[in-house]
């Protein structure tokens, strides 16, 4: 599993599995697209504006995998 931030662009990616060519997105909402192979697994969530969807009271994204947590700073 992987996430990426593209902070000039404000996008958070969290991918599952690497791409093996085909995929379809699927819009879920204005923010949040999915990307689905035609067997029906989920290659991985785009998120939209995800400064404010990642962000909490603190304003940073813990990620934690493994038993190791990291935290992620997230720019408005």
């Known amino acids: ?3 990426s931030y593209d902070p ?3 996008v ?3 991918r ?3 791409k093996p060519g085909q995929v379809t ?3 879920i909402s204005d923010d949040v697209n999915i990307d689905i192979a035609p067997d029906g697994t989920v290659y991985g969530v ?3 504006n995800a400064n404010e969807q990642l962000t909490g009271d603190h304003g940073a994204l ?3 995998s ?4 990291q935290e992620i700073a997230l720019l408005a």
């Not at 493994?66 to 947590?69: F, K, N, P, T």
């Open 66 to 69: 493994g038993g190791r947590s």
């Open 16 to 18: 599952f599995h690497e």
């Open 12 to 14: 958070a990616y969290l």
């Open 25 to 27: 997105t699927i819009k």
């Open 1 to 3: 599993m992987k996430l």
């Open 62 to 64: 813990i990620v934690e």
């Open 8 to 10: 000039k662009h404000n």
């Open 46 to 48: 785009e998120l939209l």
